[in-house]
């Protein structure tokens, strides 16, 4: 094991969050936490850095009134302030995450803003993923149109070098290398260079899943839910015919080993792949992000219809 996060959700609403934070000081895997900020006070944060997390999340849609519109509680703007002071007091690594959507898309600047200010060295930008409350809010995704015009303004800004652009990272569910929502927008004869040289990507060095797909679920990562419930992934933790097993029933290792739920997901090939994704020939996509196909269609071997050249084939065999 490598790496463990706690997250929510919000993590600090368990009574015991303080107890797991400092049981976790004698293992030697990496730590990283993610909060709303809500309930992070000065003890909280020194607990962590105790306890050797290396990384601290803490979650900011944006300027106050569009954080506290999108969180829905007034107010909690001022407590993720809090919560990132009294993180720096303690001497933590900081990184605010925003999850872009219609309501903040245009605030993006101001919130990057606000990131310096507070002198914090990561902005990690995540796309809005359609679970938890979000499966009630989809209309607040971006379309591909939106989407494109807002990533290559950003892909430009980082190719520029522009004064606090260089800590923003976009994050996307379960693909461990380039997905294709960074693949097509860019222009195909300057695609390789811009991503390497805005946002690190190496396409000479992309890595492949077991069963060739560039999807992680299940390989790289697992989600173990506050009842011990255990998931491929964040996209997947609401399906229940996608438990691999629970820790009160069997240890983690054997469910890792063990679970045919697991095994099928890294047997998983291009093969197995229903509709327009089983005939992608994009030798760095390979498929599709099966949480994201599940969303979309009701199964992992599903296509991820959001994808344009997806879009292209399925209208093509229809």
Known sequence: ????????????????????????????????????????????AKALHGSGFCLVNVSLDGPESIHDAHSGVPGSYAKVIHAIECLKQSGLRVAVISVLNKMNVAAIVETLRI??????????????????????????????????????????????????????????????????????PLPAESRKRLLKEAWGIDLDVSVRSPGGLHCVSGIDRLVIMANGDIYPCEEMFHVEHMKAGNLRDNSLADI???????????????????????????????????????????????????????????????
């Open 1 to 44: 094991m490598l790496l463990v996060r706690l997250l929510g959700g919000e993590p600090l609403l368990r009574e015991d969050a303080c107890d797991i934070i400092e049981q976790l000081h004698s293992f030697k895997f990496s730590k990283m936490f993610t909060t709303n900020g809500s309930l992070m006070t000065l003890p909280v």
């Open 115 to 184: 990131v310096n200010e507070m002198g914090v060295g990561i902005f990690k930008i995540i796309p809005l993923v359609r679970i938890g409350r979000a499966r009630e809010n989809a209309q607040l995704q971006l379309s591909y149109e939106q989407w494109c015009e807002f990533y290559l303004w950003l892909t430009e800004q980082k190719v520029a070098k522009k004064s606090g652009f260089e800590k923003i990272q976009l994050v996307f569910c379960n693909c461990n290398y380039c997905t294709w929502e960074m693949y097509y």
């Open 256 to 318: 890792w080993h063990r679970s045919a739920r697991l095994r099928k997901l890294r047997g998983f090939t291009q093969n197995d792949i229903i509709g327009p994704c089983a005939d992608c020939d994009n030798p760095y996509c390979s498929g599709t992000n099966l949480g994201e196909a599940y969303l979309e269609t009701g199964t992992i071997s599903g296509s991820d219809l959001r994808c344009p050249e997806a879009k292209v084939n399925n209208h093509e065999v229809r």
